[in-house]
């Protein structure tokens, strides 16, 4: 089994100021990293996945992820957020074995101030 | 441009009618999923299937049915609505293997009265 947990539950900034949203996982197996964004009244959409290699992962929307291991973290960032930002961020784990649940945290909001 | 499709996107209804949300998509992938999503809160898995005649209740308990019968369609059917039901609900499907990511939905927005 595995479980994702997502630290802030909500993340206010400012327009042009960076972000870090956070994102530690627990697995007794290995797993495949995933973000995704939520625009109102929408599904979620991928941003950006890790499944092997190089841990610095890039995303659409300037968006990007470090997957440190030996912290199990995956934690999401962009160096100058936009209005267009303001959404909800949800970060999910799939284990590597094809027939398993993925798992999803609990989403962060990310609101972006003017 | 979204591959999976959901309707009806909004609907309001009264208690005790049989309702249907229908969830379809063109990708041919073979796992398919049922959320439930209070606004801006976090996704509770409901129903998925593996394939065709494959379904399996999800980690939150649910008085709803799903029904597998083609690989591109997966509906969800309560057959007495409860103002409890009053949810999001959001279809997502991926493929086989683990490194795919899920593709979703944008959702029906159940009001039951």
């Known amino acids: 089994a595995q479980s994702v947990t997502q630290l802030d539950s909500q993340v206010p900034v400012f327009e042009e100021a960076p972000v870090e949203l956070r994102c530690n996982y627990s697995?007794?197996?290995?797993?495949?990293l995933f973000w995704y964004v939520q625009y109102p009244n929408q599904g979620l959409q991928l941003l950006l996945k890790y499944l092997s290699g190089s841990t610095l992962v890039k995303g659409i929307n300037g968006f990007e992820a470090e997957f440190n291991k030996s912290q199990t973290s995956f934690h999401l960032r962009k160096p100058s957020v936009h209005i267009s930002d303001t959404a909800e961020y949800f970060c999910a784990v799939n284990p590597s074995g094809g027939y398993q649940k993925v798992t999803f945290g609990t989403g962060t909001k990310l609101q972006v101030i003017p | 441009e979204a591959d999976i499709y959901q309707t009806p996107r909004y609907l309001v209804i009264g208690t005790g009618k049989k309702i249907t949300l229908e969830c379809s998509q063109t990708?041919?992938?073979?796992?398919m999923y049922w959320y439930q999503q209070d606004p801006g809160m976090e996704l509770h898995l409901i129903h998925y299937s593996y394939g065709v005649n494959s379904t399996e209740k999800g980690d939150l308990s649910s008085e709803s049915t799903v029904s597998r019968i083609r690989t591109e369609h997966f509906p969800l059917t309560l057959e007495s609505a409860r103002p409890s039901h009053t949810s999001q609900y959001l279809c997502a499907s991926s493929g086989s293997v683990g490194d795919q990511p899920q593709h979703f939905g944008d959702g029906t927005r159940l009001s039951i009265l």
């Open positions: 990708m041919g992938h073979d796992k």
């Open positions: 697995s007794s197996v290995s797993v495949y």
